[in-house]
């Protein structure tokens, strides 16, 4: 049974550049969440999907969009890159409200 | 919205030594979770609290939460350099129930 996968794993853009960050959630699992991790900090919450619609929403500017496809999988797009978005990507799914969230290894993204 | 402290911020230990971290929230806490890092990779999940005064175990690993007091320990019993790395709490904001984070506690185990 996979758990959370994410790609990809590393990835180094240029200012202003866009990305596009991928994950499929644990076998099962509807709600997929997205978290922003600095160095040296706790994961911040971007936003969660379910059903295929953005159901609650962090801190984030509207550079920050993401999408849930059918099958749960989801994607995280920011465009107009800053060098502040440097961090861990990270993506986590669970099976319903109160359950424990399962994460992926996250991806690495370097702004230059 | 929800705002979760960890302390300490760091901590190094002497191999087989207690250690104890604590969690406290801004807010009442209706699901209170325990994970594990290792750096620059996912969470682990530890273990998950819902009701006040609950305790739970994982070999050497036991958390509590204390629901008067919105705030929760973990602590680890004699601890092994297979103990070191991240330990962070998180909590159901309600609603959607979004996890919120804290900023974590950094282990060092020496040997």
């Known amino acids: 049974d996979a758990g959370v996968t994410q790609s990809p794993t590393h990835l180094i853009k240029t200012r202003g550049q866009q990305v596009t960050l991928r994950c499929s959630p644990k076998?099962?699992?509807?709600?997929v969440s997205w978290y922003q991790q600095a160095l040296g900090q706790g994961p911040q919450f971007i936003f969660q999907?379910?059903?295929?619609?953005?159901?609650q929403r962090g801190n984030f500017p509207d550079r920050f969009s993401g999408h849930q496809f059918p099958n749960y999988s989801s994607e995280l797009n920011v465009n107009a890159l800053l060098l502040g978005d440097s961090a861990l990507y990270l993506c986590?799914?669970?099976?319903?409200?109160?359950?424990?969230?399962?994460f992926g290894n996250g991806t690495r993204l370097t702004v230059t | 919205s929800q705002e979760l402290e960890q302390s300490p911020q760091s901590l190094i230990v002497q191999e087989g030594k207690n250690l104890t971290i604590n969690c406290t929230s801004s807010?009442?806490?209706?699901?209170l979770y325990w994970y594990k890092q290792k750096y620059g990779e996912g969470l682990i999940f530890l273990m998950m609290?819902?009701?006040?005064?609950e305790e739970k175990s994982h070999e050497k690993i036991t958390a509590k939460l204390d629901e008067k007091k919105q705030q929760s320990s973990l602590h680890i019993t004699a601890s092994q350099p297979s103990h070191a790395g991240i330990y962070l709490c998180?909590?159901?904001?309600?609603?959607?129930?979004?996890?919120?984070f804290g900023t974590g506690t950094k282990l060092q185990v020496i040997p």
């Open positions: 609290l819902q009701k006040g005064g």
């Open positions: 076998s099962g699992h509807d709600t």
């Open positions: 999907y379910y059903e295929e619609e953005e159901r």
């Open positions: 986590a799914s669970r099976d319903g409200p109160g359950a424990p969230l399962h």
């Open positions: 807010k009442t806490l209706y699901g």
């Open positions: 998180g909590a159901d904001s309600g609603g959607y129930q979004k996890v919120t």
